[in-house]
């Protein structure tokens, strides 16, 4: 039963066009995580939610919209996708306040041509 | 959250023990000093922390110096799953309602660990 599950692990798609990803965990945890891991490797936090509310907004294009239905969900919404948002991402989730320990979710490929 | 510094690469015997070390010298008294890795193709995983007391757990071992400015984190038995990037980050524990640091793990470029044959 995976902890962090993310959907799909793989997206193609063209330029100009709108995606979603989403990011689902059984943890019981009450903060998750949107994280971009681009081609040189480097892993940057994108957003954080906590009880649903946004903690987190780190100078990320409002073409990027992140939704958290409840505690369990974290969808992230692109619009008119770029070339430059071809990247890794990664959903986690953590228990806030304490260690915070961050558990992650294998990653979603995002290819954009 | 103080900075840290890894060696970019390492590699170890298969069987021997990896220590990989960190340089976190601006480090502050409430902060934790925690290691993750990333298997290719896979998601961060959490190995370890430690505030000023050696740790171990059934992954790996930490070791802080006592003045807290550097850090190894030592895999005693090194495997080839053990190949990896293992990432030294340190901050505070705790959620800080409000804070542009709250729950925010930041990534250095991290040591690239090859555990070969």
């Known amino acids: 039963d995976t902890a962090v599950s993310q959907t799909p692990k793989y997206l193609v798609t063209q330029m100009g066009n709108d995606k979603s990803i989403k990011c689902e965990q059984n943890?019981?945890?009450?903060?998750m995580y949107w994280y971009k891991q681009d081609s040189k490797k480097f892993l940057k936090i994108m957003f954080s939610?906590?009880?649903?509310?946004?903690?987190i907004n780190e100078t990320v294009p409002n073409r990027f919209s992140p939704k958290s239905p409840d505690k369990a969900h974290l969808n992230l919404h692109i619009n008119s996708l770029e070339l430059g948002d071809s990247a890794v991402y990664f959903c986690?989730?953590?228990?806030?306040?304490?260690?915070?320990?961050?558990?992650f979710g294998a990653g979603t490929r995002l290819s954009v041509l | 959250d103080a900075k840290t510094t890894q060696p970019p690469s390492m590699d170890c015997a298969e069987g021997r023990a990896a220590n990989l070390p960190c340089n976190h010298s601006?480090?502050?008294?409430?902060?934790?000093v925690y290691w993750y890795r990333q298997i290719h193709s896979q998601g961060p995983q959490y190995i370890i922390h430690?505030?000023?007391n050696n740790e171990t757990n059934e992954m790996a071992s930490l070791i802080i110096t006592e003045d807290r400015k550097s850090s190894t984190l030592i895999l005693p038995h090194a495997t080839l799953r053990d190949t990896a990037v293992y990432y030294c980050?340190?901050?505070?524990?705790?959620?800080?309602?409000?804070?542009?640091?709250?729950?925010?793990?930041?990534f250095g470029q991290g040591t690239i660990l090859t555990v070969h044959p």
């Open positions: 986690a989730s953590s228990q806030a306040g304490g260690l915070n320990i961050q558990y």
């Open positions: 943890l019981g945890h009450d903060t």
């Open positions: 939610y906590n009880n649903k509310e946004l903690i």
């Open positions: 601006t480090i502050s008294g409430n902060e934790y």
């Open positions: 430690g505030l000023k």
């Open positions: 980050i340190v901050r505070v524990a705790g959620s800080n309602a409000g804070g542009t640091s709250y729950g925010k793990l930041t």
